[in-house]
Nanobody, 129 residues
Framework: QVQLLESGGGLVQPGGSLRLSCAAS????????MAWFRQAPGKERLFVSA??????????HYRDSVKGRFTISRDRAKNTVYLQMNSLQPEDTAVYYC????????????????????WGQGTQVTVSS
């Protein structure tokens, strides 16, 4: 059973930065997909970014509103995915969830929560002055 442990959320002023971490345990991780979603109060959970890998082949993906500001990366040795968030804005405020799929999802399937097998508990990110 894969377990995901998130950390790194908090309160930051507009224009600031945060780095989220998601450490995975309990799986083989030779190939797969790890992603970040976010959910603002009263709204649906939305895809933010994903890291896909299969052996040495990797790929990163972002929703348009975070391109150029957020960067996803993976430390293979630590089975940990990071989301570096720069130039944060109030509209980035949400609970951020880490998600993992057992396989390397095709791009069209990255965006849907139902395609992920495991979820973290969520970490709050608040952008406010």
């Amino acid at each position: 059973q894969v377990q995901l442990l998130e950390s790194g959320g908090g309160l930051v002023q507009p224009g600031g930065s945060l780095r989220l971490s998601c450490a995975a345990s309990g799986g083989t991780f030779s190939s797969g997909t790890m992603a970040w979603f976010r959910q603002a109060p009263g709204k649906e959970r939305l895809f933010v970014s994903a890291f896909r890998w299969s052996g040495g082949n990797t790929g990163t993906h972002y929703r348009d509103s975070v391109k150029g500001r957020f960067t996803i990366s993976r430390d293979r040795a630590k089975n940990t995915v990071y989301l570096q968030m720069n130039s944060l804005q109030p509209e980035d405020t949400a609970v951020y969830y880490c998600a993992s799929a057992d396989s390397r999802l095709i791009v069209s399937r990255l965006w849907t929560t139902e395609n992920y097998n495991y979820w973290g508990q969520g970490t709050q990110v608040t952008v406010s002055s």
